[in-house]
């Protein structure tokens, strides 16, 4: 369809073409200010001179200030109808007025229901440009005044208000930003309060406290209807006419539209001219409604970064609270720990530490040597489990050149790398028989043979030892030598498995993600509630290893800002109806064999040691694939 004519407005500049602006909207205000739809800068032209309003069939220009000079065709006027042809002068501003467009671009859009026509003229245009160049500041930008600002700047342009403003209801405020409380007001002391988190003026400036403010009651009527809303003139309107707010502000032109966050009201987008009536209409207020998602977008980003400083905040605190140097932990088990921990890293005494696969034993070796007087010594660890029989005497002890074939050079052996420091002996109960002997005489002599030498060398180390087995039955089993089991069990600390610590493992669970999401560069923020709850109740026979391997995996595969429990293989068990005894005994063991050995990390030889069955029963769980549940009926 072809736009119906549209009036235009000719500015007649000194220098330089014509400037042409369509007279597209209800109310189109002439003056100096630069929030007027035509801004002239010429001598005596005042700051809001006249406005052309249209009444659906004429277009009537009038004085909005009494010392406005108004002058049509030669003539003084003070209100005047305009027809084609008339020329105006305001001050020595002279305007041109036409029934038809010269030269402006009209873009025509159907109606949604097709019978209605809407001409756009230029303002809609740049209105559409605004919001684009807006949306890609948005995606640039992480200032949030900055964006909050800017947004508010083109809208107050766009809409030819006074004055703009974003308010939020106080809960939904983001921490930290800087806002001023709403003014009271008598006829909504009982409603919700809201903070004004940003405004702004014509002259792109925050608005001063005696530039007006905000009509409570319209406010409070967008939040609580979670609709738009547009008051052409707020003291003649029935509705709000007789509010205490609109009365003492004198508020004329009013647009306020929702903020919404997942369903939520959260605040308002509010613009405002108070010396213009009929300023506003529909299509300007769609306008400020999508205007309005992009806030509500940008601040729901804002909420969720400041719930994560706070709850990084808070995690850092129970961590204070809670950590005890490297280790985090606050149950009284752990406690205990602590305890003789602070008791025996000053002394030289050998320590024996206890407890299941991955409960941190290594950690808890470094932190007796970081609180010892060796702690500017070298902390040297060996697993005495994952090194070949045949080479752990030369591990431990070094060699020279020529005491077995590959022996090319002499070579210090752990003992020698940790001369005046710590040495930590991982998996102790896994040391050969044979080399238990040489072992017991290096601590009780302080003195290392190299294999293939008669020559003695001295050193100076504190041993600890670690192990997840039950040394006191491998004594009784003749499996480890009783003499040495008491040489390095001269002080005990058993480690508590993580299904015993209580909340410690909601704790070490936000630590490790904290971790290891920065490590990854991974999208994830936290734990769904889900989340928490499954990583309390499972019992973790991996303990924090599993529980670490766990996140590690979910923050590289998951691309949700929370982790649910499917994520961390956590989810609730299907249904598989009842099953034989038999049967349910098979499957049972069956996910326990590759819990353990998800927690040795793959290692199927110490799996088969833990569980105290032959390797080969481990490969047969691998083999076998989980049958699917059978019917029911």
Known sequence: MLAPPMPTLKHFRAEGTPRLYSVHKPVTTIGREPGDDLVLSESGVLPHHVQVTFDGRDFIIEEAEAAGALTINGKKKRRARLVHGDRIRLGSAEIGFSMFAEGIKKIVREGEGGGETTALGGHEVVGVRKLFAFSERLIKSGNLDELLGAMLDDVIELTAAQKGFLLLLEEAAPSGAPAAA???????????????????????????????????????????????????????????????????????????????????????LYVGNDKVKQLFRRPQLDLLSIFSSQASLILQNAMLLAALREDKAKLEAELRDKRFGDIVGACPSMREVYRKLEKVAGTDISVLITGETGTGKELVAKEIHRRSARAAGPFVTINCGAIPENLIESELFGHVKGSFTGAIGDRPGKFHVANGGTLFLDEIGELPLNLQVKLLRVLQEHVVMRVGSSKPEKVDIRVLAATNRILEEMVREGCFREDLFYRLNVVGLWLPPLRERGDDVLIIAKMLLSKYADELTSPVKGFSPAAMAAVKKYHWPGNIRQLQNRIKKALVLCEKTLLGPDDLDLGVTADIGVLPLEKAKEEFQRRYVLEVLEANGGNRTQTARDLGVDPRTIFRYLEREPKPPPARA
């Open 182 to 268: 709403r003014p009271e007001a008598p006829e909504a002391a009982a409603a919700q309060r809201w903070v004004v988190r940003a405004s702004r003026g014509v002259d792109k400036a925050p608005v001063g406290a005696g530039e007006g403010g905000v009509s409570d009651s319209i406010v409070q009527r967008v939040i609580h209807t979670g609709q738009p809303l547009i008051v052409s003139d707020a003291l003649a309107d029935t509705t709000f006419g007789q509010s205490e707010s609109v009365i003492a502000m004198r508020l004329s032109s009013v647009m306020c539209t929702p903020l919404v966050a997942q369903g939520q009201v959260i605040g308002v």
